[in-house]
């Protein structure tokens, strides 16, 4: 029974990795760009929510009406003065300018906050805490089941944004073919602003989950960028529903480290992320080539 | 006035000189066939039309109005579609999404995706598939389908039949030839100088970047065209700006 219950808790995390990750993933799948500032932006927004809890005693949930705006306007701006340049330059200047943009924020943060450790979970009460206990041995928290259905709600409202509705299609279409949208009268560019828009406004939502589940300081965006890009590797990159899958395996792995061993935590997860890219690398190959060779033997 | 004016149009691929010095003229209604061998400066010329490539010098007028520096998606508003070579539909996309997303973004009273179907019967049965599992043929008539959805006063058409089935060339022909029974304006560029002379009411041939020649498609025989397009005699109508 306690194993069934760290894979649970493993399931819970996992649903916090898809959700910090599902921005990340997003971007990527639209832009190309690696986002190195997403963690620091999450962290950005959990900062905002609690001087908004802090100072106004505005509940989280409320805090967020006004700060997923407020930040979806900074990725706008972000895309228009900083990764729109970049990206002409090439690949990695996006990355070495998201990097730069990571280490400006973690420092203005400290500056303005200093290097002490909050959290959003006192602004929320018992729910912070609460859980339903199954039996002596599995519990679920009830802020754990507010994640997972946040983290499916959101990556499963996400999908159906860019499947169903027109501005969807257009996004679907310019991470497809930036050069071509052009010509059937869509500006790339301002797409690619309402998409960092967006990735913005998730990385939001993120950052207030991590606030309400654990702590953080204005040095915590690292850790969190890391986690995203791990599930979001594992999941494939530009895949939504991969995402979610992603961050469920990555939590589960964690959690079955630490059950093994209590230094296991990250080191399995780190292993398992390892073991998937491995996996990758040798056997897409063999996949593309076992492909190839049916397809040969039906045209035959 | 024409619809399209084209002058002193110079473009460039880096150092490479790609388009010089080009003067076209286009009327409403009117088929242009652009020939030449690869490397003239056909695609070009047609993307520096569109927007999709800078010019380095010259002027584009469409409708009156200056359109040098316009982006191409404004180009898109004001009735200029290119269909590009290689087709490039979303092929991650349904042939139903590829047209939709273009519908609305162009002129007002934009093509229909029943008006489009009607053009390109043969894409009905494949709404629902993806793009990138078409044929070539289907996914030729797609792109052209797609460039119609929004409602082009000036349709550009690169390399409409490269790669395709005879078979497949047929059928698109035939959809072109209700489009421009609809007095449609089409700048053609086509390899198939038989079938290009057949469509266009008029022929521009380029070399290397250069108008070689130009003139009207019922006057203009195959050994002519050849000859520009080779570079075999002088330039006869080059300084005869396009028309």
Redesign the interface.
């Known amino acids: 029974m306690i194993f069934l219950n760290q894979i649970l808790q493993g399931l819970f995390l996992g649903a916090y990795y898809a959700l910090i990750a599902c921005s990340l993933s997003f971007l990527f799948g639209v832009m190309r760009i690696i986002n190195l500032a997403h963690g620091s932006l999450a962290v950005l927004a959990a900062f905002l929510l609690f001087v908004l809890a802090d100072r106004f005693g505005l509940s989280p949930w409320l805090g967020l009406i006004a700060v997923v705006p407020v930040m979806a306007a900074l990725g706008w701006v972000l895309q228009v003065l900083v990764l729109e340049r970049s990206l002409k330059g090439g690949l990695l200047v996006p990355l070495l300018s998201t990097f730069g943009l990571a280490i400006v924020v973690d420092n203005l943060l400290f500056e303005g906050f200093g290097a002490d450790t909050r959290s959003l979970a006192p602004a929320i009460g018992d729910l912070a805490f609460a859980s339903w206990t199954l039996s002596d041995d599995v519990t679920i928290g009830q802020l754990d089941v507010i994640i997972l259905v946040a983290a499916i709600t959101v990556l499963g409202g996400l999908q159906l944004f860019l499947a169903r509705t027109?501005l969807g299609?257009?996004i679907?279409?310019t991470a497809?073919?930036p050069?071509?949208?052009?010509?059937?009268?869509?500006?790339?560019r301002a797409v690619y602003a309402l998409a960092t828009a967006i990735a913005l406004a998730l990385a939001a939502i993120a950052g207030a989950f991590l606030g309400l589940r654990a702590t953080f300081n204005p040095y915590s965006g690292g850790m969190q960028l890391l986690f995203a890009f791990e599930a979001v590797v594992i999941g494939g990159f530009g895949s939504l529903w991969g995402t979610l899958i992603g961050g469920i395996v990555l939590g589960i792995a964690q959690n079955l480290g630490a059950f093994i061993t209590p230094h296991g935590f990250l080191i399995a997860g780190h292993g398992f992320f390892l073991a998937v890219l491995i996996a990758r690398l040798y056997l897409a190959p063999l996949a593309d080539r076992v492909r190839r060779r049916g397809r040969k033997v039906v045209a035959a | 006035m024409s619809l399209l004016t084209v002058e002193g149009l110079e473009a460039r691929h880096g150092l490479l000189h790609a388009v010089r010095g080009v003067d076209l003229a286009l009327d409403e209604g009117e088929t242009l066939a652009l020939v030449g061998a690869n490397g003239a400066g056909k695609t070009t010329l047609l993307r520096a039309i569109a927007g999709a490539h800078r010019a380095a010098a010259g002027r584009i007028r469409f409708a009156g109005a200056d359109i040098t520096t316009l982006p191409a998606h404004r180009r898109v508003k004001l009735g200029i579609a290119l269909v590009p070579e290689g087709r490039r539909l979303f092929t991650g996309m349904t042939v139903e999404e590829n047209l939709l997303v273009a519908a609305g973004r162009g002129r007002a009273g934009g093509g229909t995706l029943a008006t489009v179907l009607e053009a390109f019967p043969q894409l009905r049965p494949k709404l629902k598939a993806r793009a990138g599992d078409l044929s070539g043929g289907q996914q030729q008539a797609a792109a052209i389908a797609r460039a119609l959805m929004s409602n082009p006063r000036l349709l550009l058409l690169d390399e409409v039949s490269l790669g395709l089935s005879p078979v497949a060339v047929d059928q698109l022909y035939l959809s072109l030839q209700t489009l421009l029974a609809g007095g449609a304006t089409i700048v053609l560029v086509e390899q198939d100088l038989g079938r290009a002379l057949r469509v266009a009411s008029r022929v521009v041939c380029l070399l290397e970047g250069r108008v070689t020649y130009a003139g009207a498609a019922g006057e203009t025989t195959r050994e002519r065209v050849m000859d520009a397009y080779f570079g075999l005699s002088g330039a006869p109508d080059a300084t005869a700006g396009g028309r």
């Open positions: 027109r299609r257009t679907r279409a497809e073919e050069e071509i949208v052009g010509l059937i009268g869509i500006d790339s």
